[in-house]
């Protein structure tokens, strides 16, 4: 039977099935990769002198983990650079954040082309790939020249971004070009599969097909949207389990009689953070009644703190939050308990339990497990109430929440009015949908349709009779 070969910048596999902090997407994969009997290989998050291509195998939680160093150049120019300096703000429309630098491209290409060469020798012949994020566009095409011809699917984290605004990069025909070296393509979103058609068709001169079916620059991949879900079964249970019990009790008890709020985020600049705490500010200030009766807990981690960009919203949030407590808060209550730490998962999930509302407004964002977990974390006879940017990824799987413009403080602050007032009826009507879709538009499905497509997949060099008979639309 053919391996699962997954390649990812980092590498995160639970050290034991339900470990405290690991993530969904970590669980899923390591799943994926026990029940296929594979390889996860990447960065080891370690810099050492001149790249050497060692690689690092251990067994970690029933999974095989194949780690390599790299070097501080890499680091700084493919990492710190090209991936968090140039693609993660531009794919997030900042491109006012966006560094377009050679030496970034550079290291870019140098680092997937290390990468390709170091894994190709752990890669047989009936294996199949799935490489993660934008971190690794040009991966297939690396190996690819290498001589590869398994099947390599790619799937897009992050959200792919309007044409006008991918065309700002200097190499973005040949970033596009990139992914035509893979056999599948997945986005997060419909929406984001929609920007990459309109970029192939309008900006490369090609063609879409209904079957999702790509064709440019003489070559042909296929397309989907395959959204990511969460460990949803896991994540509600991790709600009710010991640990789970003992959070949602420790916070129950920190109300005294209050209601909650709560946001989980990386100290990203794009998960609207700063327009979360003006908002709830101007919540203060046009329910002058309801001070004292809320609070908002935000528990940011911070994440890329070698960027500027990171080191900025830090400190601009810090002022605010500090600001807004200072001209709000009384002797026994602060509006805003802003935290810069981790949790465990049973940690997190007995907070979300806790909090009437959830708030996940980020600007821009490919998916946003977060608005997930609140869900499923929450008590089906008495819900709270998930507030949701309509620029998260995870807005068009979950319409039943109170869908707001993260850019508007009015419109943000009427949801926490209305959120805060909900009949419990209406928080269970509301609730029940979201619930069901979260658990059953969950990371194994996620996972299991990938793979699914991606096995269905032929490759061109064969001769492809789904593909040949694909009505491919003309470029118009
Ligand atoms: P992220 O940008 O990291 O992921 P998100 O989907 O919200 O965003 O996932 C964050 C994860 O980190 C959640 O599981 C959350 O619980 C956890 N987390 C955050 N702060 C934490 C804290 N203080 N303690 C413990 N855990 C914390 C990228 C994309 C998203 C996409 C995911 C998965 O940007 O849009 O949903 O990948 O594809």
Same mark, same amino acid.
């Given at each position: ?38 390889? +996860? ?16 195998? !251990? ?100 959200? +792919? ?26 986005? !997060? ?57 003992? !959070?949602?009790? #420790? ?93 465990? #998962? ?6 979300? #339990? ?42 068009? !799987? ?31 009507? #509301? ?46």
């Amino acid at each position: 039977m053919s391996r699962l070969i997954v390649i990812s910048n980092r590498v995160n596999p639970p050290v034991e099935e339900g470990g405290g902090a690991v993530g969904g997407l970590a669980m899923a994969l390591a799943a994926a990769l026990r029940e296929y009997s594979g390889v +996860w290989f990447g960065w080891s998050g370690q810099t050492a002198e001149g790249y050497t291509g060692q690689i690092a195998i !251990q067994r970690v939680g029933g999974v095989t983990v194949a780690t390599v160093d790299l070097d501080e150049q890499d680091r700084q120019e493919y990492y710190n650079g090209y991936a968090n300096k140039t693609l993660w703000p531009l794919f997030h429309y900042r491109i006012d954040l966006t560094a377009y630098e050679r030496s970034f491209d550079e290291g870019y290409a140098r680092v997937n082309r290390r990468f390709a060469e170091t894994v190709r020798p752990l890669i047989e012949p009936d294996d199949f790939v799935w490489v993660h994020d934008y971190h690794l566009i040009p991966l297939a095409r690396e190996l690819r020249k290498l001589g590869m011809k398994n099947r390599i699917g790619f799937f897009l984290h992050i959200p +792919w971004p309007a044409r006008r605004l991918l065309t700002t990069l200097p190499k973005h025909r040949e970033l596009v070009e990139a992914l035509f070296a893979y056999d599948l393509v997945g986005f !997060q979103t419909e929406d984001s599969l929609t920007a990459f058609e309109d970029y192939v068709v309008k900006e490369a001169g090609g063609a879409v097909g209904a079957e999702g079916a790509a064709e440019a620059f003489g070559l042909r991949t296929r397309i989907g949207a395959f959204p990511i879900g969460l460990d949803a079964d896991h994540f509600a249970r991790a709600a009710q389990s010991p640990e789970g019990r003992a !959070q949602f009790a #420790r916070m129950q008890e920190s109300l005294a009689g209050r209601q909650m709020m709560v946001g989980v985020d990386r100290l990203d600049y794009s998960k609207g953070l700063e327009e979360r705490f003006l908002a709830y500010e101007q919540f203060l200030i046009d329910n002058p009644d309801e001070r004292e009766k809320v609070f908002l807990l935000q528990i940011a981690t911070p994440s890329r703190d070698e960027v500027e960009a990171y080191q900025d919203i830090r400190a601009r949030l810090d002022a605010v939050a500090g600001r807004i407590n200072g001209a709000f808060a009384t002797v026994d209550w602060v509006p805003i308990r802003y935290v810069n730490r981790t949790y465990r #998962r049973d940690e997190l999930a007995g907070i979300y #339990r806790a909090a009437r509302i959830g708030l996940v407004t980020p600007l821009r964002d490919g998916m946003n497990l977060v608005a997930k977990e609140y869900v499923a974390a929450q008590d089906p006879d008495d819900p709270g109430v998930l507030i949701l940017s309509k620029f998260a990824g995870a807005a068009a !799987q979950l319409p039943e929440a109170l869908v707001v413009n993260p850019f508007s403080r009015e419109d943000v602050s009427e949801a926490i009015r209305k959120g805060l007032a909900m009949s419990r009826e209406e928080r269970i009507s #509301r609730w029940t949908p979201l619930m069901h879709n979260v658990m059953t538009q969950d990371v194994a499905a996620w996972r299991d349709d990938f793979v699914a497509a991606l096995r269905a997949t032929e490759r061109p060099a064969a001769p492809d009779p789904v593909n040949d008979q694909t009505p491919i639309a003309s470029a118009s």
